[in-house]
């Protein structure tokens, strides 16, 4: 089973960037799609950006579109989110997601708080 662990959350201020690293610990994540989700309390997780496990596909939340950037380095089993221009409607927990098949694994997640 694979076991994302997130880093790189912090505080920053509006305009400013950050990058998001998820480690898939455990075993190689080749075969994985990956995927970041974030969450405000009392709202529901949704959804940020995904990629394929060939890195061939993308995906992004209209909200994010032009300014975060998702990739991964297979050989480092870790995907990146980078996050530029961030606003304070960003803030949020940032977690990852394994899914392959109906198998899907989740991180703790990392906090991300856009302020000044």
């Known amino acids: 089973q694979v076991q994302p662990v997130e880093s790189g959350g912090g505080l920053v201020q509006p305009g400013g960037s950050l990058r998001l690293s998820c480690l898939a610990s455990g075993r190689t994540f080749s075969g994985y799609a990956m995927g970041w989700f974030r969450q405000v309390p009392g709202r529901q997780r949704e959804f940020v950006a995904a990629?394929?496990?060939?890195?061939?596909?993308?995906a992004y939340a209209d909200s994010v579109k032009g300014r975060f950037t998702i990739s991964r380095d297979t050989a480092k089993n870790t995907v990146y989110l980078q996050m530029n221009s961030l606003k304070p409607e960003d803030t949020a927990v940032y977690s990852c997601?394994?899914?392959?098949?109906?198998?899907?694994?989740w991180g703790q997640g990392t906090q991300v708080t856009v302020s000044l």
């Open positions: 990629i394929s496990w060939r890195g061939d596909n993308l």
């Open positions: 997601n394994a899914a392959r098949g109906m198998q899907g694994y």
